[in-house]
């Protein structure tokens, strides 16, 4: 069965780091560029990370540059997210696609639609 399994998150204090996964079954994940999306209550869903099927060209948005790093296991079949230097912003739902159309990252990769697959998604919630 084809699906994307995220696991990771969890509850964690300010200034804290987890590592989110993501898993792919029934396709080979280095065949699309996959992004990290998150939603936060209230808020709409918003492009995190995003990296090509070699692992060459990786992308982030301006509020967690710095702090979060993107990363491909292929032997897996698995991409991740590490997080670190986390702030109560950082609290939402985190969910892995991949791009049906492309093999690297354009200039929409933030954008959620033109996605095949979409996990369930992994809850972060980050508070004192």
């Known amino acids: 069965q084809v699906q994307l399994v995220e696991s990771g998150g969890g509850l964690v204090q300010p200034g804290g780091s987890l590592r989110l996964s993501c898993v792919a079954s029934?396709?080979?994940?280095?065949?699309?560029?996959t992004v990290w999306f998150r939603q936060a209550p209230g808020k709409e869903r918003e492009g995190v990370s995003c990296i090509s099927t070699s692992g060459r060209r990786t992308y982030y948005s301006d509020s967690v540059r710095g702090r979060f790093t993107i990363s491909r296991d292929n032997a897996k079949n698995t991409v991740h997210l590490q997080m670190t230097s986390l702030q109560p912003e950082d609290t939402a739902v985190y969910y892995c696609a991949t791009d049906r159309m492309s093999s690297s990252c354009g200039s929409s990769w933030y954008e959620p639609g033109g996605r095949n697959y979409w996990g369930k998604g992994t809850l972060v919630t980050v508070s004192s």
């Open positions: 029934g396709f080979s994940m280095d065949d699309y560029a």
